[in-house]
């Protein structure tokens, strides 16, 4: 079974060229002063010879948590920015690569930094500074978001896989997930870490979401994205255990301007990037930029949503909104008590026919947990008939004693599950009493000789009208 403990963004060099005429540029390595005297390295592409009127037009590209300008070097490549039409900058962000500073998690200094560069990108007579997009992936993706919410005009921007509200992606319902952070922080030396990110996950581990939630808002721009017109293209992964595909629906539902929408086979664990799909989403990535920044006659297909399925065959099936799912209800009776060490299983008869997942199950579950009990974490996962398990998402809420109903939403993904698959619900103290690869929610301390007794559960799954995958 893959684990799912959640790291950075994959972020390596990607081999993903565009085919295309070969084109003359040089090549720097500037490094920019922050506000605070922070030094960020970069990378400069300029075509070679003279500017056209105005200067040229722009992209800065920014990557994941853990990773580097060197892998976005290969994103532009890959998008057909480098080269005889475009300036294009990469950055080692704080705390990453050869930039000096500590890792904030996209706060304020990170904001500032953005700020930095693009006010230094534009100040350049050979950069058109009305003419500059963005291209973020992961923690890249909410550096543009967050720049954007403080001011920063971009022209154009196009995130992959990223959040828009940080809070429900790491601390849903009022649960941490704790196997997501440790993945996120784990990726980087501790000496880059700034120790406020580590008071931050401390306090999100013991329950004390005050400061975490405030940390999370801090971040956060989905308030912020409401009405916005600047033309966006969000690249959200069908199955991402960290960054679920809500973080760009709310976002796309949100804006304003020119907009499209894919739900790719990229993604953090259980997927990676690039995925299948990725050259042919950043190649209509490319036609955006060359559309928005560059005022060419691009014809994009009419319908703005793409969402790959998961037999990539070399195109999307179109939508022109995000499909609405209908929903599939399952019940389970039983009533079963646990320990610490216990787990509660259901699992459903064989499906009839095929399902494909679109948005966040719902888990409807009666407890009776004692005062040592402190949470109650749900997996669901799907047993084809040849054998394979799917874990298909997992989620989480903090339990409080005497006997109650908690209504447990689990991550937003979108999973194809084959005709005559079984559905089995786990429920203990972390995900781990599903599987002891799955790392999605650590097993943190309970309180004293913890119980719970689990009763009837309910299981809605939010499911395409017509399955598009196989």
Same mark, same amino acid.
């Given at each position: ?73 290969? *994103? ?53 500074? !009305? ?5 973020? *992936? ?196 039983? !009533? ?103 790392l999605l929610y650590l097993d943190l301390p309970l309180g004293l000789n913890p ?5 009837? *559960? ?13």
């Amino acid at each position: 079974m893959t684990r799912t403990l959640i790291g950075a963004a994959s972020t390596a060099l990607v081999f993903l060229v565009l085919a295309g005429p070969a084109s003359a540029f040089s090549k720097q390595d500037p490094v920019v002063t922050s506000f605070d005297g922070t030094k960020l390295a970069t990378t400069l592409h300029v075509p070679d010879g003279a500017a056209p009127a105005g200067g040229w037009p722009a992209v800065v590209l920014f990557h994941g948590l853990g990773g580097s300008r060197a892998g976005m070097s290969a *994103i532009a490549t890959s998008l057909g920015l480098i080269g005889e039409q475009y300036v294009v900058l990469t950055v080692d962000a704080r705390g990453h690569g050869e930039s000096g500073g500590l890792f904030e998690g996209d706060g304020p200094n990170e904001v500032r930094d953005v700020k930095t560069l693009f006010s230094w990108l534009a100040a350049r007579p050979d950069v058109a500074d !009305s003419r500059i997009g963005a291209w973020g *992936i992961s923690l890249g993706g909410g550096a543009i978001y967050t720049s954007l919410a403080a001011g920063v005009p971009w022209a154009a921007i196009e995130v992959a896989e990223s959040w828009t509200d940080l809070r429900t992606a790491f601390l849903p319902q009022g649960l941490s997930k704790s196997g997501v952070i440790a993945g996120f922080i784990g990726s980087l030396p501790a000496e880059r870490v700034a120790p406020s990110v580590f008071a931050v996950r401390d306090a999100a581990y013991a329950g004390a979401l005050g400061s975490a939630n405030a940390f999370a808002a801090e971040r956060s721009t989905i308030t912020a994205l409401k009405g916005l017109k600047t033309p966006a293209f969000f690249m959200q992964g069908r199955r991402d255990f960290a960054f679920g595909m809500g973080q760009a629906l709310q976002a796309y539902n949100a804006v304003a301007g020119p907009k499209r929408l894919w739900l790719g086979l990229h993604g953090h664990a259980p997927s990676t990037f690039p995925g299948a799909d990725s050259a042919v989403m950043l190649a209509e990535g490319a036609k955006f930029f060359d559309l928005h920044l560059r005022g060419l006659p691009v014809t994009l297909d009419p319908l703005p949503v793409a969402v790959s399925p998961e037999n990539w065959s070399g195109t999307p099936v179109r939508f022109a909104a995000p499909p609405k799912p209908v929903s599939q209800t399952l019940r389970f009776a039983g !009533s079963t008590t646990i320990d610490r060490s216990g787990k509660v299983q259901r699992t459903s008869a064989p499906t009839k026919r095929a399902l494909e997942i679109f948005g966040a199950p719902v888990v409807t579950v009666s407890a009776d947990a004692n005062a040592g009990w402190t949470r109650i974490v749900a997996v669901l996962t799907a047993k084809t008939p040849k054998g394979n398990e799917i874990v298909i998402a997992g989620g989480g809420v903090p339990t409080s004693p005497g006997a109650k109903k908690y209504r447990i939403y689990l991550s937003n993904q979108a999973t194809f599950i084959p005709a005559g698959s079984t559905v089995t619900l786990t429920i203990g103290t972390s995900s781990l009493a599903q599987n002891p690869g799955n790392l999605l929610y650590l097993d943190l301390p309970l309180g004293l000789n913890p119980k719970v007794t689990v009763g009837p *559960i309910g299981l809605s799954l939010p499911t395409l009208a017509k399955p598009i995958s196989q």
